[in-house]
């Protein structure tokens, strides 16, 4: 039987740096987190190879002492555990072992100066083999430089992506990092090119967050990004989150910190879904960037050991802040809807021509062995020379308008749709009262028409009126209450036994949405009353089974909540203003008024937009008057 023995140090190392750097962009993320913690105020960045043959991280934070740079590569040693206490995370790194595992794993080199000392100073780890402490040249800050990363472990490398896609791993963890720490300047460079150049970011901590997440996610999340700012029983919530119509097909563009560290986590992702679930299709997703702050005892970090994952305490507590939080500032924004939705129509209107292509007939070339006496062609067209656009307006003004009708014979031969189909028996209200305008026009029976004080608005008449009916309804619900029905033979539903716990204690919230229950026996529940909208044929069974899975994943009652809202969205489609059904100036402007009044009313259910919004100027682009 084989005997057990201890481990050399150097293999202990090897197995230790397989748990923390998996890649390259696990090291990025371990030596710019320990710039952070050293209080760096910039940090820069060098890949080269992806960051197999050469990874540098130079930062220009309080450095360390001969003595401190000859602990930093030992297994164990940090400065980032004060008292000794596990449970009292407050900064990005603790466990001690990112160091002495890189070494193990690559040839490592630290150089290092404090504010104070006559010069730095150099450590070399390779393979795991520590090099004596000596003296070198060098700014305050410290320098970290990795080489041949995963030369002692070659069936490392077999695994690694191409030297792009791990470059882009790691430009994903520097550009995570530099959203939570927008007083911090970044800067990537690969290969000759700078992808990541990020400034620090000055002013107030929002409108500097605001700043940064513009930066990295683009001009268009700033545009249309709505923030967030919520505190309950010690936990704070802040940042910025996309309107539902700025959204994306997955959750790549969904951020999460908690106490400044990126992570990933499914209760979070689950309480986002929960919050748009009113305004997104379940295939889209919104783009945001949110920010956790609570007491380091009431979180734990330590779960994942790449630190990418954590485990709250209070997890109810988390989730309702988030959905709160989220559905308050969906509601501040009130009828908002996404620039890029205006950018996408105005897209689509530019004409496109094909380039080197005239606009002007040219006879067709005449062969060379058919070339005869170069005689004038008297049926020859000439083109006029252009005109100026200045010159081109002038001339219109001196140019006698066109005679017009008295009034539109009814056979005329225009198009029903391009008639203004609404005409105002009485003057419309001025364009400048309103938001969204006044009424103009109705188009296919389907657009209304509005004129703004600097621009046009077009409503899809349909999906407006289904989000005011929706709205209406869940006000109403919330209102008298849900309406219950009584079934006439209560239904028993079987469980697993920790399942049918679960429901049953928390049978006095499902009450309150119209769900009465109760448990019978080991393993069971039986219903004795349903809401009333879910109809007679309600599948109760598979309602209380959808439930007791989101009580064991979630530990809240929320699979019913989304089945009534699915069904008010229903109820709300076949209850709203039809396409096709004409509509009078007052019934339009009415519409308008709503929209304006009603929280969310930029989108309809479905997460697409109801009003797309034209600026003049843009118009006036279009048709080459800017």
């Known amino acids: ?101 890189i070494g193990a794993v690559s040839r490592l080199s630290i150089t290092s100066r404090t504010a104070d000392a006559d010069h730095a100073s150099i450590i070399q780890v390779e393979g795991g083999a520590k090099g004596p402490v000596g003296p070198a040249p060098g700014g305050a800050g410290t320098r970290v430089e990795v080489r041949d990363l995963f030369f002692a472990t070659p069936a490392r490398l077999k695994f690694l992506k191409g030297s792009r896609t791990e470059s882009q791993h790691a430009i994903d963890i520097v550009e995570r990092l530099a959203m ?137 507590l988390v989730r309702g802040l988030i959905v709160g939080a989220l559905k308050h500032a969906l509601a501040a924004a009130g009828h908002r809807a996404s620039t890029t939705v205006a950018a996408d129509t105005l897209a689509s209107l530019t004409p496109r021509v094909a380039p080197q292509t005239s606009l002007l007939w040219e006879p067709p070339a005449r062969p060379a062995a058919a070339a005869g006496p170069a005689f004038p062609n008297p049926y020859q067209h000439h083109a006029p020379p252009p005109v100026a656009r200045e010159l081109a307006e002038a001339s219109w003004r001196f140019q006698a308008p066109l005679p017009q009708p008295a009034a539109e014979p009814p056979d005329a031969n225009f198009a029903p749709a391009a008639r203004n189909e609404a005409v105002p028996d009485s003057a419309p209200p001025p364009a400048s009262q309103f938001p969204l305008g006044a009424a103009r026009a109705q188009l296919h029976a389907t657009y209304i028409v509005a004129q703004t004080e600097n621009g046009i608005i077009i409503v899809d008449q349909h999906a407006a009126h289904e989000r005011l009916v929706y709205e209406r309804m869940k006000q109403d619900m919330l209102g008298a209450g849900v309406k219950r029905q009584m079934l006439l033979i209560p239904e028993v539903v079987e469980l697993d036994p920790a399942d049918a716990d679960r429901v049953g204690e928390r049978a006095a919230e499902l009450a309150e949405m119209g769900l009465i229950l109760e448990t019978f026996g080991s393993g069971a529940v039986v219903v004795r009353e349903v809401p009333a909208m879910l109809g007679a044929r309600a599948d109760v069974r598979g309602l209380i089974k959808d439930i007791a899975d989101e009580l064991a994943e979630l530990g809240d009652a929320h699979a019913l909540k989304e089945k009534l809202e699915a069904i008010c969205s229903r109820m709300a489609c076949h209850g709203s203003v039809r396409a096709g059904r004409a509509m009078n100036v007052d019934e339009m402007n009415a519409l308008l008024r709503q929209m304006e009044a009603t929280p969310h009313s930029g989108q309809c259910n479905h997460g697409r937009p109801t009003y797309v919004e034209l600026k003049l100027g843009d118009i006036e682009r279009l048709f080459g008057r800017r």
Do not use: C, W
């Open 1 to 101: 039987m084989p005997m057990i023995r201890r481990l050399p140090d150097t293999l202990v190392n090897q197995i230790a740096a397989g748990e923390v750097v998996e890649r390259p962009a696990a090291a990025v993320k371990e030596l710019v987190e320990n710039a952070l913690d050293a209080g760096a105020r910039r940090i820069d960045v060098t890949l080269r190879d992806g960051g197999k043959a050469l990874l540098s991280v130079v930062d220009d934070g309080i450095g360390m002492v001969p003595e401190q740079l000859e602990l930093a590569v030992e297994r164990h040693a940090t400065s980032k555990l004060p008292d000794g206490d596990l449970t009292d995370i407050r900064t990005l790194g603790f466990r001690g072992e990112a160091l002495p595992s």
């Open 180 to 316: 939570a720490h927008p007083h911090v300047a970044f800067t990537v460079n690969d290969e000759g090119r700078t992808p990541v150049r990020l400034a620090a970011s000055t002013g107030e901590a929002e409108q500097a967050r605001l700043l940064r997440l513009g930066a990295v996610l683009g001009r268009e999340f700033q545009e249309n990004a709505i923030p967030v700012n919520a505190e309950r029983a010690g936990v704070r919530l802040t940042g910025h989150i996309g309107l539902p119509t700025y959204n994306k097909p997955t959750a790549a563009g969904q951020y999460l910190f908690v106490n400044g560290r990126p992570v990933k986590d499914r209760l979070v992702v689950g309480a986002v879904r929960g919050a748009y679930a009113d305004f997104l299709a379940r295939d889209r997703h919104p783009v945001l960037a949110l920010f956790l702050e609570l007491d380091p005892h009431e979180v734990d970090v330590n779960v994942h050991p790449a630190k990418t994952e954590v485990r709250f305490r209070d997890q109810a």
